[in-house]
């Protein structure tokens, strides 16, 4: 019983694997010239394409080559008793031909070459096929060389024709066709072919021909000379060196070097070929497909060869296409430069905007300098203004110890003869008082200077604090201060503008005057120290009511004052001076009274 069951499953599966691994169709196809020969290669590498894409069977290929069609006198028994030796004990199931000689060798030999396999004929002319026996295929083409003039007369203004053959046998019958097709237009065109000449001389013809030539390149098997011209070498070196437009029926030669026109399609015949192929494998009866000629297909037109011969697409007939068109640099990198250019754009448009606000901004800043610069001006004003009375005081005594040494010089003068050891003492005193009457109004000229620039220098801070306490002094006096200066015995060099900092000193020594004006005693200090190895540090303190405590943070804070009267900009100015010059400004209260302290880099460029 189990060997039964073993038996039946190995038979089985060897009925599934042989319907799995069906056996191949076989198929002879025959060239008409040879593999290597243009259009029949492109044909035959074609219909293998779509034999392999339309059948459902494995296809078995074998080619063979009709090459006596390339002479006059080929012995066509020889390729008859070869094609039997090899193929005779091989089951073909199908024999095709491509082109219109072996098409007639084998209508010619039908009898003696396998009759009983069907056969198909590929490729071949519509004017070449009225022998083929009612029980093959065929596959026809609708060679329409008479459109073959007028085409090239709607494109260009021609005068002379130079028409391109070779000399076997096929190319010879295709040139009778060529002749009969141009007679009637001889009165109009000078026509010349190139049967007679070797392709070496037909290339030195093609690249002296006279204006408004055109060439028609028919076919280039064998020329002249009979020398074997295989694919497409005879097309391309002729191309190389024409100095007129190339025309042809073939669409083997499109693009390459031809300008193009109504063209058979091969893949329009490859196509059709194979559906026949397939329907004969797969059981039809050849002699009952029956196919329409393929006519050529829809004007097309290499766009290299338009702008070459400078002929303009206007001319081409309605619906014509053109092909391998180069495209320009914007339509292929459209995309990129389209970003490019937006980029670009974007760029230049933020950078306008930069510069806009660059130049406002720039604009704004010198408005307010000016204005500061103004505020500052305004602020020394107003103090020099609070001190006028004490300056008008001040300058009282000088003016009149002037007076009276000048009056007593005079009276002094009248005398026989004139003291003049008095008098020298005399004027000595006036000279020292009106140093000292110059001196005073000469620092209020220079608190009041209005200048828009700073002018940098290098000075000794300490010379600044005296000078400051000579412009006050008067009015400390009046208003019972007691003043002590603490001056480093050595210089303190600082690189700033002399007047921004005695305004800076003049704030800082009023506010701690105002300070004072309700409590006893009234003392104020003026302290300079060196802060470290590159900095001064300067310290006036006061034993006045001291910052109350919620206005301390602010107290640099512009209109921020502790004074009824008081503007609230004289420290938002002096720490604004002492920034722009690298320094800073602070303050802080202690027991009795405030300290306002600033610190200023110390300049070791330059002995003073």
């Known amino acids: 019983m189990i060997t039964r069951i073993l038996f039946s499953s190995v038979v089985l599966l060897l009925a599934m694997t042989g319907a799995a691994f069906s056996q191949p169709k076989r198929v002879l196809i025959v060239h008409s010239v040879g593999r290597d020969f243009s259009p029949w290669d492109d044909y035959a590498r074609k219909i293998r394409e779509e034999l392999n894409l339309q059948s459902k069977d494995p296809i078995d290929i074998f080619e063979a080559s009709l090459s006596t069609a390339r002479f006059p006198d080929g012995n066509e028994g020889a390729f008859v008793s070869y094609l039997n030796a090899v193929f005779s004990e091989r089951k073909l199931d199908l024999i095709m031909t491509i082109g219109g000689p072996a098409a007639r060798f084998f209508q010619q030999n039908r009898q003696r070459i396998f009759p009983s396999i069907p056969t198909l004929y590929a490729a071949v002319a519509q004017q070449m096929s009225s022998n083929a026996p009612a029980t093959d295929a065929m596959v026809s083409v609708s060679v329409d060389i008479l459109s073959t003039p007028d085409q090239i007369l709607k494109l260009v203004e021609t005068t002379k024709v130079f028409i391109v053959m070779g000399s076997s046998p096929i190319e010879k019958l295709w040139l009778e066709e060529m002749r009969k097709l141009f007679q009637p237009l001889t009165s109009r065109l000078e026509i010349t072919y190139s049967n007679e000449l070797s392709l070496e001389q037909i290339l030195e013809q093609v690249a002296i021909l006279p204006p408004r030539t055109f060439i028609v390149y028919g076919q280039m098997l064998v020329d002249a000379a009979g020398v074997v011209h295989e694919g497409n ?12 437009p190339i025309f042809s029926e073939q669409d083997a030669f499109f693009g390459r070097g031809i300008i193009g026109g109504r063209m058979t399609n091969i893949s329009d015949v490859s196509r059709q070929t194979a559906a026949v192929a397939v329907r004969i494998l797969g059981g039809e009866s050849p002699g009952s497909i029956k196919t329409p000629p393929i006519r050529a297909a829809s004007p097309r037109y290499d766009w290299r060869e338009l702008k070459r011969w400078n002929i303009s697409e206007s001319q081409l007939p309605p619906g014509s296409e053109v092909m391998f068109r180069v495209p320009t640099v914007w339509e292929q990198y459209r995309p990129q430069l389209t970003a490019v250019t937006a980029a670009i754009l974007l760029q230049a448009g933020i950078i306008a905007l930069l510069l806009v606000e660059r130049r406002r901004r720039r604009v704004a800043q010198a408005e307010a300098n000016s204005r500061r610069q103004e505020v500052v001006r305004l602020n020394r004003v107003t103090t020099a203004s609070v001190l006028s009375s004490s300056i008008a005081h001040e300058l009282n005594q000088p003016l009149g110890a002037i007076l009276s040494n000048t009056e ?18 005399i004027l000595s005193d006036i000279v020292r008082d009106e140093q000292r009457a110059s001196d005073i109004i000469g620092g209020l000229r220079n608190l009041l200077n209005n200048r828009t620039e700073s002018d940098l220098r290098t000075f000794d801070l300490n010379e600044s604090v005296r000078d400051i306490v000579k412009i006050v002094s008067p009015e400390i006096t009046r208003r019972g201060v007691n003043l002590r200066t603490i001056l480093t015995p050595e210089p303190l060099r600082v690189r700033c503008d002399p007047i921004h900092l005695q305004q800076v000193l003049m704030n800082l020594v009023m506010n701690g005057v105002d300070a004072m004006d309700n409590v006893v005693p009234r003392n104020l200090s003026i302290r300079t120290a060196l802060a470290d190895a590159d900095g001064i540090e300067v310290q006036i303190s006061d034993s006045g009511t001291g910052i109350p405590n919620n206005k301390l943070a602010s107290i640099f804070n512009a209109f921020v004052t502790t004074k009824p009267e008081g503007t609230g900009l004289g420290l938002p100015i002096a720490r604004t001076i002492l920034e722009s010059y690298g320094g800073e400004l602070w303050a802080e209260n202690r027991t009795r ?16």
Request: hydrophobic share 50%.
């Open 233 to 244: 070498r005879a097309i391309d070196r002729i191309h190389a060196v024409a100095n007129a």
């Open 593 to 608: 009274g405030a300290v306002f302290s600033f610190r200023l880099p110390l300049d070791r460029s330059v002995e003073i």
């Open 408 to 425: 007593a010089a005079q009276v002094l003068l009248k005398a026989n003869p004139p003291d003049v050891a008095q008098l020298g003492e």
